[in-house]
C-alpha cells in the first residue's frame, strides 16, 4: 500500500489508473469500513481510502478534539485488505488557507442530522466534492448508516454532473444489532448494552409498518416514549420517503425509519428501510 499525504505526488500515482474506486473515512477504522473496502475491491482494480478528520463537520461544542484517531492501526488494516492507496493529508495540505467556499445545499440537509447539526452537511459536502475533486475517482462507496449523507452525495453528484457513481454499502451490525460506530468506544459498558434498543426500537415500528399500521405518529411517538423510560435524549425518530426525506404519507411504499438519540455524552444514528 502506497501512502500519500500531498496531493501533487497523489494526483501522478492515481493519473495511469485506468478505474478508481474511492472510500472515504476520518479513520478509527472498524469492521463497518472494513465491509466497504471490501465492496469497493470488487468494483474497480484500484482502491483510494482517505483518513482525514474533517473539522468542517464538527460544531464547536462537538468531539473534533477527541474524535478517536488510530492512524497506525488503521494502516495495519488497510494492508491486510491490500488496499492499493491511502491519502492522509494534513489540515494544512487540505486547507491551505482558510475554507471560505462552502457548498450551499438543498432544505434536505437542514432536517433530520442537519435540524440539529446545523452546518454538518456543509462541511461534509465540501470536503467531499474537494476529496473528488483530488482523487477523480470512478466510483465511491458510502454506508447506509448515514442514510442522510449517503442522500445527500448522490444529490450533489448529480445535480453537479460529477463524472462519479455512488455505491451504497449495508449497515454492519454487533450481533444484538448495534450499527458499528467510531462513537460507540464512547460507552461504558452498561450503556453499551443498552444501545442497542435503537435498533430494536426502530425494529419494532418496522414490524408494525409492514403488518398494515400506518398511524405513523402514534408509531414515532410510541418510540419515543420508549427510549425516554429507558434514559435515552430522543433528537428524533421519522419516518421519511426514501427518494427524498421528505416525510412519509400513508400511501408510500418505499420507507426509510430513521432515529437520533443520546445516551448520556454519547450520540447513536440508525436507520432501517422498510419496502412494501
Not at 473496502?37 to 468494483?43: M, T
Not at 443498552?194 to 399500521?213: D, F, V
Not at 455524552?265 to 436507520?271: A, E, V
Amino acid at each position: 500500500m502506497k501512502i500519500f499525504n500531498d496531493i501533487t505526488a497523489l494526483r501522478d500515482n492515481l493519473r495511469s489508473k485506468q478505474a478508481i474506486v474511492f472510500v472515504p473515512t476520518m479513520g478509527n477504522l472498524h469492521a463497518g469500513h472494513l465491509a466497504l473496502i471490501k465492496q469497493a475491491k470488487q468494483l474497480a482494480d484500484h482502491v483510494v481510502v482517505s483518513i482525514f478528520v474533517n473539522r468542517l463537520q464538527f460544531l464547536p461544542h462537538e468531539d473534533f478534539d477527541h474524535y478517536p484517531r488510530t492512524f497506525e492501526n488503521d494502516c495495519k488494516l488497510l494492508t491486510g485488505l491490500n488496499v492499493n492507496t491511502l491519502f492522509a493529508p494534513s489540515e494544512k495540505i487540505l486547507f491551505p488557507t482558510k475554507q471560505e467556499f462552502l457548498l450551499a445545499l438543498p432544505p434536505v440537509a437542514d432536517t433530520l442530522e442537519g435540524e440539529f447539526r446545523p452546518g454538518f452537511f456543509r462541511g461534509v459536502a465540501t470536503i467531499v466534492l474537494k476529496l473528488f475533486n483530488i482523487i477523480k475517482p470512478n466510483l465511491a462507496v458510502f454506508g447506509k448508516k448515514d442514510y442522510q449523507q449517503l442522500h445527500i452525495i448522490r444529490e450533489m453528484v448529480q445535480q453537479l454532473n460529477l463524472p462519479v457513481e455512488i455505491i451504497a454499502g449495508e449497515t454492519v451490525r454487533a450481533p444484538d444489532g448495534l450499527a458499528l460506530s467510531s462513537r460507540n468506544q464512547y460507552l461504558n459498558r452498561a450503556q453499551r448494552e443498552e444501545a442497542c434498543n435503537l435498533y430494536q426500537t426502530l425494529l419494532q415500528i418496522k414490524h408494525e409498518i409492514i403488518s398494515g399500521r400506518r398511524d405513523y405518529p402514534v408509531l414515532l411517538e410510541i418510540a419515543t416514549k420508549t427510549l425516554v423510560k429507558r434514559g435515552w435524549k430522543v433528537d428524533y425518530i421519522r419516518i421519511q420517503k426514501r427518494s427524498s426525506l421528505t416525510p412519509a404519507h400513508i400511501d408510500d411504499t418505499d420507507l426509510v425509519m430513521l432515529g437520533a438519540a443520546w445516551l448520556d455524552k454519547t450520540r447513536l444514528i440508525d436507520n432501517l428501510e422498510i419496502s412494501g
